[in-house]
C-alpha cells in the first residue's frame, strides 16, 4: 500500500498539473470503489476551480473554489495518470473507474484494479472530524514532530515500536517500509516496548523518520508493485532500502559481521539487524 512518500509525490504531479484549472467532466464509470460514490459527486466537482492539493497523512486532499474538498485514498492498487494531450476517441481500460476532464484540456484518468481507493467529499470545515481524519497524529514532516512529542504519543504504549508507528495515531502517514528503515537508522530494535522509546531515542527516532520519508520523496517513492507516478514512471527508493525486504543480506554497516533478518508483526514482515538494533 502507498505510504506517505508516494502519496506526497502523487499529490506534487497532481497539483502541479491541475491547481488553477477546473473539472469541465467528472466521469464515474462504475458506482464505487471500496465505498459508494456520494451522490451527486460528479455534479459537485464539475465546473469548479481547483483551489489545493495537499496531502494528510495517506490522504490526498482536493479544495475547490466554493465547494467541497475529495478526499482521496489510493487504497493497495489506485493510481492517477495526468495526460496533457489525449485523443478523445481513445478507449479506456477495464480498471479506469473515474475520468476527470479539464478547461485546459488535461485528462485524468484514476485506475485500480483492486479498489481499495475511494473519493469521498467532506465540507472544508468538517475535515478535522471527518471519520478518516479524526485523531490521526502529527505530519512526520512538520514543525510539530520531534522527539518529546513522539516520545508523549507512545507513552503507556505496551506494543513493540514497530506496531506503534503503524499506528495513525501516533504519526501520520508512516507504514510498514518506512517504519523498518527509519528504525534500523536509529539503532532500536522493532521488538522494543514502545513506551521504552523515549529521551534520546525518541529524538534518533523522530529525526530517522523524517530523513528517511524525505530521501524517499527525493526518489519518487518506492515502487514495489502497483505504485507509479501521475505520468506513469517508477519510484526509485526501493533500491536504496537498507533493511527492507533484504532478509539474509549483509548488515549495511561496515563494522557489523550480522546479517539482515525478518519476523512477522501482526501479520507484517519486519527487517532488522539484531546486532545494531537494540
Do not use: W
Not at 486532499?61 to 481513445?90: K, T, Y
Not at 525518541?202 to 502497483?226: F, K, P, Q
Amino acid at each position: 500500500m502507498p505510504e506517505l512518500p508516494e502519496v506526497e509525490t502523487v499529490c506534487r504531479g497532481l497539483e502541479q498539473a491541475l491547481v488553477g484549472d477546473q473539472f469541465t467532466s467528472v466521469t464515474l464509470r462504475r458506482p464505487n470503489l471500496r465505498f459508494p460514490f456520494a451522490d451527486g459527486f460528479a455534479a459537485a466537482l464539475t465546473g469548479r476551480r481547483i483551489d489545493a492539493i495537499t496531502r494528510r497523512a495517506k490522504y490526498i486532499l482536493m479544495s475547490f473554489d466554493g465547494g467541497p474538498v475529495m478526499i482521496g485514498h489510493l487504497g493497495m492498487s489506485g493510481s492517477f495518470r495526468i495526460e496533457p494531450e489525449f485523443d478523445p476517441a481513445s478507449s479506456f481500460d477495464k480498471h479506469d473507474h473515474v475520468i476527470f476532464e479539464t478547461k485546459r484540456g488535461i485528462r485524468v484518468r484514476y485506475h485500480d484494479p483492486r479498489r481499495f481507493g475511494f473519493m469521498l467529499l467532506s465540507a472544508p470545515d468538517g475535515l478535522a472530524t471527518h471519520p478518516q481524519l479524526a485523531g490521526i497524529g502529527p505530519e512526520p514532516l512538520g514543525n510539530e514532530f520531534s522527539g518529546p512529542i513522539l516520545a508523549e504519543r507512545l507513552r503507556g504504549r505496551k506494543s513493540p515500536i514497530k506496531i506503534a508507528l503503524l499506528d495513525q495515531r501516533v504519526v501520520a502517514g508512516v507504514g510498514n517500509i518506512y517504519a523498518c528503515e527509519a528504525l534500523y537508522r536509529s539503532g532500536i530494535s522493532p521488538r522494543r516496548r514502545a513506551e521504552n522509546v523515549k529521551g534520546r531515542r525518541a529524538d534518533d527516532l523522530a529525526a530517522a523518520i523524517r530523513t528517511v520519508l524525505l530521501e524517499a520523496i527525493e526518489s519518487g517513492g518506492s515502487t514495489l508493485r502497483n505504485y507509479t507516478h501521475t505520468t506513469g514512471e517508477l519510484g526509485y527508493f526501493q533500491h536504496r532500502f537498507l533493511v527492507y525486504d533484504r532478509e539474509g543480506s549483509p548488515c549495511p554497516k561496515a563494522d557489523c559481521a550480522s546479517v539482515i533478518q525478518r519476523i512477522a508483526q501482526s501479520g507484517r514482515s519486519t527487517f532488522f539487524c539484531p546486532k545494531c538494533q537494540r
